[in-house]
């Protein structure tokens, strides 16, 4: 550590090395200013399009940084009266290379991101920012929006509630503000769309990930999930369940060894004939297109009869409902509360041993955050605090953090932690420290690890007779924001979560932004303008008080696993260069403490004989608490790492499944895809009943006639051409061929080609989807159990990717004969289309838990319309496709409409609101 403190100091750390290497570029930004300043509006903003045209004719974006980040600073001077300071730039350059900005809370990382953003958004892929909350998105992107709308470029915002067309506009425009979460469901919605036009995406170019450490590393911990209850089909089960007794043994076959039950010719024909009375089945087979369900959920049914037995792979326990059907494990015979078959088996054996039918909760579609960002062709972050977890970024995301120096120095003062034996001293202690604050007029700002800690120390200074005081938590951004903005008054108390309020500076003496919004609404003209030299003069007496009371003082009540969430607490103080101070108070009773305990420390105190109420304060001891926190974050990165690679199968086969989706919605034809399809099917059932170098009467022709019925609805003649004089294996399959490809070219000739098209794409997108959902449960129920095979010496890493790769084989094998089977079966009506039912508004959930509280902190209803599903997403309640104000103001809009348009004259939006309310707001 020494060698290493020294050789820092001589050579500097990788960060200053990183940064010597903008300074050229720099200096030649600030040399363009003066010539830039002459330029008109007009011209300054033609230069976007001179920058596109070079871009078009071969010139690369690295040639373009310098004038553009020029470009982009004379435009914030004219529209916002805000110019990037020389450590912006450097920030900004960070971003464009591919790395992370560490840069302090204040030093304006909101404006930065305009110079990347720009610069990207001229290739004309689109450039996305990506931050935490819907306010912030809102907030952000309306504020920088009056850069890009300057300088030619359009922008669109990506939050909760749009609909698809809304979506599909703000993805389409150069640059994009978006949440975390809504961009990952909208990748995992696009994926279960069935034509591209339906998809709103358009790809993944350039992204900007604000508070970058919390996205990427604390929110990776979940991932995001798209899940859906099956409808309510209990009248489905329970009729086809009282079909079963009508079934003989010659309408089936059963393959024990694979858990398989399939119906015979015959007994197809009896069940239609049964569910045509029953009123399941509407009209035609039960293998046409709108019959594909029924076939599922009667096989079920039938497997739930024939296979599965009572008292032997599951019990019937008595609940007050009524009871449930429990599944008894078959290797150690005990029962599995929880537990529950999937394919729509589990409830078959609800309705035959006639308990109530409990829905299905079904995965249709996953994806962690670490493979979401991944998709990115280039990727940049910004925040406060990632340096502690430059590993990790490196390691997973391939990015470097490059710590950016501070405009101006930091002035705070960090005290030693003070820890005390328990947590009643520790709190006693923080109270009146709080109290000396307000007396003298200091701001505080206390950090806790929970809500219900922040409440109960809140609880402990009003029995103290402490003044008010504003409890937060990370639930309600917005408001959040307006109270965090007053955080700095002289004589404030602000208690909030750690996390609480990223994203809004905490300024001394208030922020005059946020003031001049809340304070004038309604005022215009002069006695606005006399109404925002008031809030000027109120903010600077306080900032005034605020600093001789000693700056912003920021508490920790306690230490976080992670250095780095302690650090963005007590980076709130010291903004800009202001005065602050900082304190963590500790306990042995605190979590980390106890959990991790730190060597000796109990037994130090214990020698040093404190007294109630007395802390210790020391350097070392603060090293140590230090040191301990490190191995934790290292536990909890080896744990992400190995969560990952996990997931990284999944990923891969995810990719695989998804590109082969969109080859096949942009395909105006598949019908070469379906006959490979068909060829396979063939190869493979003929090698079931035909053994190598096999002689004819060594064949199983009954095998072989059945599956050719079953898969390609043929009556091939096996048994004469078993008599013919030296057939072998190829031959058979030959002709096979042959037999499936006329029955093909016949149903196209009898429907059309065009409609057959149509009917082979949907089929096999439907089929692909189908097969996916189960294989993600099959590999979610996999990841659970693998991990006892360590048990026996195996690892259960590769044990996962050798059984997963398995299964995937398998996918693709079963989709091969799904689509073989369905299309020979198949056979259409053609009449006049009907108009569409009203859809069944059974909603899907998304689904990304919070690590920190355990709660879903996505919207429980979807956005956008999933063809096939069965529901009608971004629709409310009542059925409408209204949009609220908030979204309705931030639609996207031709930056060309906005430019002169007084502050207090209507949106060109059409929102209603005023300007500076709607797209004019800051």
């Not at 940064?19 to 007009?42: G, Q």
């Not at 020029?70 to 450097?90: C, N, P, W, Y």
């Not at 609800?350 to 308990?355: D, F």
């Amino acid at each position: 550590m020494a060698l290493a403190a020294l050789a820092r100091r001589i050579f500097g750390s990788p960060s200053d090395r990183h940064v010597k290497r903008f300074h050229a570029k720099v200096a030649a930004i600030n040399a363009l200013e003066a010539e830039l300043e002459k330029l008109s509006d007009d011209e300054l903003k033609a230069r976007t399009a001179v920058f596109k045209d070079q871009l078009a004719k071969g010139a690369d974006l690295d040639d373009l940084i310098v004038p553009a980040f020029a470009t982009v600073r004379e435009a914030s001077k004219r529209v916002l009266g805000m110019r990037h300071f020389d450590v912006q730039l450097i920030g900004g350059m960070v971003m464009n290379d591919r790395g992370i900005a560490e840069m302090r809370t204040g030093e304006g990382k909101t404006l930065v991101a305009t110079l990347p953003m720009y610069l990207n958004a001229l290739t004309g892929q689109g450039a996305h920012l990506v931050t935490v909350n819907d306010y912030l998105v809102k907030r952000d992107a309306a504020w920088m929006g009056q850069i890009y709308n300057f300088l030619g470029l359009s922008w669109g915002v990506i939050v909760h509630g749009l609909t698809d067309a809304e979506r599909k506009a703000a993805y389409a425009a150069d640059i994009t503000y978006a949440t975390n979460n809504e961009l990952g469901f909208d990748y995992l919605r696009d994926n279960m769309k069935y034509t591209r036009a339906q998809m709103v995406q358009r790809g993944h170019a350039y992204a900007i990930v604000d508070e970058v450490d919390s996205i990427l590393i604390d929110e990776a911990r979940t991932p995001l999930i798209i899940s859906g209850p099956s409808d309510d089909r209990s009248e489905l089960y329970t009729t086809l369940d009282a079909l079963m007794p009508l079934i003989g043994d010659d309408d089936f076959e059963l393959d024990e060894k694979q858990r398989a039950a399939t119906f015979t010719d015959a007994g197809v024909e009896k069940l239609e004939a049964a569910l045509t009375e029953s009123g399941l089945m509407k009209s035609g087979s039960l293998y046409d297109i709108e019959n594909v369900a029924l076939v599922h959920h009667a096989n079920s049914a039938l497997r739930a009869h024939r296979l599965f037995r009572k008292d032997k792979d599951y019990i019937v326990r008595q609940t007050p409902e009524g009871g449930e059907v429990v599944i008894i494990d078959e290797f150690s015979g005990r029962m599995m509360p929880g537990r529950r078959y999937s394919e729509g088996l589990h409830q078959a054996l609800e309705a035959k041993e006639h308990v109530k039918i409990q829905p299905e909760n079904q995965t249709l579609a996953s994806i962690t955050f670490q493979n979401y960002f991944r998709l990115y062709k280039k990727l940049a972050g910004m925040t406060g605090t990632a340096a502690t977890e430059a590993e990790e970024f490196a390691d997973i995301y391939k990015l470097d953090v490059v710590t950016v120096p501070t405009n101006v120095a930091v002035q705070r003062q960090d005290d030693e932690d003070a820890i005390f034996r328990t947590a009643a001293e520790k709190f006693d202690a923080i109270a009146d420290l709080i109290k000396q604050c307000q007396d003298r007029g200091q701001p505080v700002l206390v950090g806790t690890t929970s809500i219900e800690k922040s409440e109960m120390l809140a609880d402990l200074l009003r029995k103290k007779n402490v003044g008010e005081m504003n409890v937060l938590n990370a639930r309600h951004h917005e408001q959040e924001a307006h109270i965090v903005a007053d955080a700095g008054l002289p004589g404030a108390i602000t208690i909030a979560t750690n996390m609480a309020g990223r994203g809004t500076d905490i300024q001394l003496g208030g922020n005059l932004e946020m003031r001049i919004e809340r304070e004038t609404e309604g005022l215009e003209g002069a006695e606005r303008d006399a109404k925002i030299e008031n809030i000027k003069a109120t903010i600077a007496t306080n900032k005034a008080k605020a600093i001789a009371a000693g700056g912003l003082m920021v508490i920790g009540t306690e230490r976080h696993e992670s250095r780095r969430i302690d650090n963005q607490l007590r980076g709130r103080s010291g903004r800009q260069g202001d005065p602050g101070h900082s304190a963590f108070f500790l306990s042995l009773q605190d979590d980390l403490m106890r959990i991790f305990p730190v060597d000796s420390m109990d037994s130090m105190l214990g020698k040093l004989g404190l007294e109630q109420g007395e802390s210790i304060t020391h350097p070392w001891v603060t090293k140590a608490i230090e040191r301990a926190q490190g191995k934790v974050e290292s536990r909890n990165f080896d744990i992400r790492k190995n969560i990952l690679k996990y997931d990284d199968v999944m990923n891969d086969q995810r990719k695989v499944i998804f590109e082969q989706r969109i080859e096949m919605m942009d395909a105006e034809d598949v019908s070469d895809t379906v006959k490979d399809m068909r060829h396979y099917v063939v190869e493979a059932i003929v090698a079931k009943a035909i053994p190598p170098r096999s002689y004819p009467e060594q064949w199983n022709i009954e095998q072989l006639v059945a599956a050719a019925k079953t898969y390609l609805n043929v009556d091939a003649p096996i048994q004469a051409w078993a008599e013919e004089e030296g057939i072998d294996q190829e031959t058979v399959e030959e002709r096979l061929v042959d037999l499936a490809n006329a029955g093909a070219a016949a149903k196209a000739a009898q429907y059309s080609p065009d409609i057959m098209r149509q009917v082979e794409k949907s089929i096999l997108l439907q089929s692909i989807d189908g097969l996916w959902r189960e294989h993600l449960v099959t590999l979610d129920h996999l990841s659970k159990v693998v991990g006892w095979r360590g048990i026996a010496q195996r690892d259960p890493l590769n044990e996962y990717k050798q059984e997963s790769f398995e299964l995937f084989e398998a996918l693709l094998t079963n989709l091969r004969e799904l689509v073989t089977t369905q299309l020979s079966h198949i056979q259409l009506q053609i009449r006049q289309p009907e108009p569409l039912p009203t859809p069944d508004l059974s909603r899907l959930s998304e689904v990304h838990i919070d690590p920190t509280t355990g709660e879903n902190d996505a919207e429980t209803d979807v956005s956008g319309t999933v063809p096939g599903l069965g529901f009608a997403a971004g629709a409310f309640a009542d059925g409408s496709q209204d949009e609220s104000d908030a979204d309705r103001s931030l639609r996207p809009i031709d930056p060309a409409l906005l430019v002169g348009v007084s502050r207090n004259a209507p949106c060109p939006c059409g929102s209603g609101k005023k300007f500076k309310h709607c797209h004019g707001a800051f």
